[in-house]
């Protein structure tokens, strides 16, 4: 059942970088669409700016909740260093639980920002608002659910390190 959730996490994160990078290439396209129109055409489309903003809600998002799940998201471990392995074991279980508890609080409110501006509509794109806010609730839904089988991993004993992409290296 754990290595079924661990290769189940391990692909969705794949696939949430992959989704992620997608969105920053289109949304560099269009900001370069805006610039050349603006610029070469004297006219630049009026749908492009809020198509970036979205886009960048949508891809930063599900980057990050891809961070928690592969280890390559900002954190400072000088403290975590300093410290023996049973201390260690606690902080990375504390910090677990804090990571959880946003990704948490990400889905409820990130929720209740949904419903509240699903109505209001963006006039350029003509979308729902909520729309642009619903990577939110998703991603603070995985983020909760990565923490919390990092947290598995770490109360089970397990040396849960941080996976090197060799892409980054």
Avoid at 9 to 30: C, D, F, N
Avoid at 119 to 128: A, E, Q
Avoid at 148 to 162: I, N, Q
Wanted: glycine fraction near 8%.
């Amino acid at each position: 059942m754990k290595k079924n959730l661990a290769k189940f996490t391990h692909h969705a994160a794949e696939w949430l970088l992959r989704v992620a990078a997608l969105g920053l290439v289109l949304m560099t396209v269009i900001v370069g669409w805006q610039v050349f129109g603006r610029y070469v055409l004297n006219s630049s489309p009026s749908w492009s700016e809020q198509a970036a903003l979205t886009l960048m809600i949508w891809y930063v998002l599900l980057a990050a909740a891809a961070g928690v799940r592969e280890g390559f998201h900002i954190r400072i471990v000088a403290l975590e260093e300093a410290v023996g392995p049973k201390a260690r074991t606690g902080l990375r279980i504390v910090a677990d639980i804090i990571v959880a508890g946003c990704g948490l609080a990400m889905l409820i409110w990130g929720s209740e920002l949904v419903a509240r501006t699903w109505s209001h509509i963006i006039p350029s794109l003509g979308l729902p608002r909520g729309m642009a806010y619903l990577a939110l609730p998703l991603s603070g839904a995985l983020i909760t659910v990565f923490s919390l089988e990092r947290l598995l991993e770490e109360a089970e004993g397990e040396d849960v390190e941080d996976e090197e992409d060799p892409r980054w290296s």
